[in-house]
């Protein structure tokens, strides 16, 4: 789950308005949003302290307020910090009172603080007053349109930084070390909302460019390399691309179920009404293409085909709607992402029940006695990621004996992971802040130097118990999903050999696949849709219009990594597969270029926003 808070400074340094200690033409600007009433702070005050021995007139160093919320200390704090550096003309020297007098506050502290610098605040003003705290809101209101919500968070040059406060980590930041700068270009790419969809068409368009290169023969070839471990007798071995798609494509599943069960759960599927309208669109979605392909296709062999025109790939989708930005209104994004989840674990369903092999009842019991110890897991409040995990694997290998798409194993492992935090929420939080008070207090003595070994532990228990095992497996595997096994099924997946022959016989396949991907899909979603609403059932939002949402089911015509699969097991990798995927991968793009023509254009509420902003 990517953090999608802002990462740029908002506004910019400005030497006129900022508190600023250090030469002006500095290449390195460190800026930090912090509270005289917050411990950590204060302990980074002494390494902002390093940091300027180390870095002399190559830094300087920026101070901006952000007193911890619901604090009459660190508020006070500020406007003290303000009103006597406003006063005295020495910002600098009133701040680094309140750094090493703090981070707790009498009341009675801040006159006497004041009057060291002889400055009473009886005499002041109440204009005085009323500047100093417009100043301390002007930085609050910075810091929430740049992304800064604790203290301290710091900038470099402008860009939030994520790492860890230490002098070693801030000062590697500071100079661009090479480790710091991968770092961050990878983070801005996973953040980059298209970044998915974008790794997944590289590495289809390298398959599809080695394929038909003289390495395709080889590269076809390499894919069906048998693997896997072997004891004695006993052989777990299958081909590579098994292993991709029956394994690796686990994790994808996984992740679908975890989003699903997160939005039904405590998401924008959670109420019954607002989850009405994608599920029926979604359920629509999926109907019509499937209905369309059999009409198309004669019956045989190559109906076996009728779920592939059925999926979405979400990555792409969401990828595009994404580029368009704010020509597509947010309510419009939320519909079409529960749309795609929806539509993602319908297919998983529809692969289990109508793309399986034979059934093996002793493996399938088995399976079904391992789904019930998850189920007593999850009821008996059991809230480590790892035992699920463990059992997850079990259940992978039982469903693959049994007969049924191994893949199952993770929407299952979704479903049975627990979503919601623990009931003792509260005592947790609690414990976890009596540790750190006490490591706090203990720390200011002499010869320690941190946290103790216990005091780590019982707050690594205590984190392990706070986080649900739902939300650590999403955010753990989320980011593997997208980067990394999206990308390798797309690679093993879509290469094929553009050649006459793949046409002979299956013209009549590739016009049931394209037609619908392209036209069943939009159709389907907005006469679901509207007979959703029309029905009472739904209620559409206002903020878009049934023209945006017929862009957005044309989009949901993006089939590619789903489709792919489907049209795997529907035919194996013989021509049929290969002029499937020739018709997935021209009725993609020309869905996503539908979906572009219909979005680009605003509504004509869209278009009175800038009008109206420029009026006032």
């Known amino acids: 789950m990517a953090d999608a808070r802002p990462r740029r400074l908002d506004p910019p ?19 930090e949003y912090g509270s005289y009433a917050c411990p950590y702070c204060h302990a980074a005050h002494d390494i902002i302290v390093d940091l300027r021995d180390r870095f002399g007139e190559r830094m300087r160093y920026v101070f901006r307020h952000l007193p911890i919320r619901d604090s009459d200390e660190a508020h006070q704090a500020a406007r003290l910090a303000e009103y006597v550096g406003e006063t005295t003309g020495d910002f600098w020297a009133i701040h680094d009172t309140l750094m090493r007098r703090g981070p707790t506050f009498a009341p009675e502290d801040f006159p006497a603080i004041a009057a ?35 203290t301290p968070t710091f900038f470099i040059n402008g860009r939030r930084y994520e790492g860890a406060w230490d002098q070693g980590a801030l000062a590697d930041a500071m100079v661009g070390s090479l480790g710091h700068r991968l770092q961050a270009a990878t983070l801005d790419f996973a953040r980059w909302a298209p970044s998915a969809g974008l790794s997944l068409l590289l590495m289809a368009l390298v398959a599809v460019g080695l394929a038909n290169s003289p390495l395709g023969p080889a590269f076809l070839a390499a894919w069906n390399t048998p693997f896997g471990l072997a004891l004695g007798d006993a052989a777990f071995i299958m081909p590579l691309l098994d292993w991709i798609n029956h394994g690796l494509l686990t994790v994808f599943f996984l992740v679908v179920g975890l989003e699903i069960k997160r939005e039904v759960t405590v998401g924008r599927l959670a109420s019954p009404r607002v989850a009405a309208l994608p599920i029926a669109a979604s359920l629509g979605g999926m109907t019509l293409p499937a209905l369309i392909f059999l009409a198309v296709v004669p019956a045989g062999p190559l109906s076996a085909g009728w779920g592939v025109p059925i999926a979405t790939d979400t990555a792409f989708a969401i990828g595009v709607i994404a580029l368009l930005g704010e020509r597509v209104p947010v309510e419009l994004r939320v519909f079409l992402t529960a749309a795609v989840i929806v539509d993602d674990l319908a297919a998983i369903g529809i692969l289990a029940v109508f793309y399986s092999e034979a059934l093996h009842t002793g493996w399938l019991a088995l399976s079904a006695l391992i789904v019930v110890v998850l189920v007593s897991m999850n009821r008996s409040g059991i809230h480590r990621a790892l035992p699920y995990g463990a059992f997850g694997v079990l259940l992978w290998i039982c469903l693959h004996h049994a007969g049924l798409h191994a893949t199952l194993a993770g929407v299952v492992l979704a479903m049975v992971t627990p979503t919601r935090p623990p009931a003792n929420l509260r005592a947790l939080q609690a414990q976890a802040e009596m540790v750190i008070r006490e490591e706090t207090r203990v720390g200011m003595q002499a010869l320690h130097h941190g946290p103790s070994e216990d005091a780590l532990h019982t707050l690594d228990v205590i984190h392990e118990q706070i986080e649900s095992p739902a939300s650590k497996l999403l955010r753990t595997m989320a980011p593997w999903s997208s980067y990394v096994v999206l990308p390798v099924f797309s690679l093993a997946n879509a290469g094929v050999t553009w050649t006459p022959d793949v046409l002979a016989g299956n013209v009549r396949l590739m016009w049931g696949v394209a037609l619908g991907l392209v036209l069943g899909k939009p159709l389907g979603i907005v006469l679901a849709a509207w007979l959703a609403v029309r029905t009472g059932l739904a209620v559409k939002p206002h903020e878009y219009s049934w023209r945006q949402l017929t862009g957005a089911g044309a989009l949901a015509g993006i089939g590619f990594t789903m489709s792919l699969f489907i049209a795997g097991e529907a035919f194996g990798h013989g021509t049929h597969f290969a002029a499937t995927k020739i018709a997935i991968f021209l009725a993609s793009l020309i869905a996503g270029a539908l979906g572009v023509a219909l979005l680009w254009r605003r509504t004509a509420a869209q278009q009175a926003v800038p009008d109206a902003a420029a009026v006032r």
Request: proline share 9%; charged share 25%.
């Open 13 to 31: 340094v400005d030497p006129q308005r900022d508190h600023v200690l250090g030469a002006p033409e500095a290449p390195i600007t460190l800026l």
């Open 116 to 150: 060291e610098f002889a400055v009473p605040l009886e005499a002041a003003s109440p204009a005085a007053c009323a500047a100093a705290d417009a100043r301390v809101q002007e930085h609050i209101d910075s810091a929430q349109r740049s992304g800064a919500r604790e």
